[in-house]
């Protein structure tokens, strides 16, 4: 099971850290990825990170913004937002990839409840 949080209301330019939790399975031996939906849009990609945290992987939309990282030791996965855009505003999902490439999301098979960004300008 996959619990995200940390999501809310931020102003343009400000931050927010969500966080995925764990529990049950070997969550150290996860790749873990986000994805984001916004209203009336699809689900899109918008990081990953391999079980050991050497490969990270983002979406061009978000590079040099937004920062994934890990905690295995808590099971837990991060997602640190940088100088937010209104664009941004949208649920945030956390998954575990079963196989695949991160990019697609019939790679991932577990899937958090997703937790709610908005951004005002």
């Known amino acids: 099971q996959l619990q995200a949080s940390g999501g809310g209301l931020v102003q343009a330019g400000g931050s927010l850290r969500l966080s995925c939790t764990a529990s049950?399975?070997?969550?150290?031996?996860?790749?873990m990825g986000w994805f984001r939906q916004a209203p009336g849009k699809e689900r899109e990609f918008v990081a990953g990170?391999?079980?050991?945290?050497?490969?990270?992987f983002y979406a061009d939309s978000v590079k040099g913004r937004f920062t994934i990282s890990r905690d295995n030791s808590k099971n837990t996965v991060y997602l640190q937002m940088t100088s937010l855009q209104p664009e941004d505003t949208a649920a945030y999902y956390c998954?575990?990839?079963?196989?695949?490439?991160?990019?697609?999301?019939?790679?991932?098979?577990?899937w958090g409840q997703g937790t709610l960004v908005t951004v005002s300008s």
């Open positions: 998954a575990k990839i079963k196989g695949g490439n991160y990019y697609s999301q019939s790679s991932y098979d577990y």
């Open positions: 049950g399975g070997t969550f150290s031996s996860y790749n």
């Open positions: 990170i391999s079980w050991n945290a050497f490969g990270r």
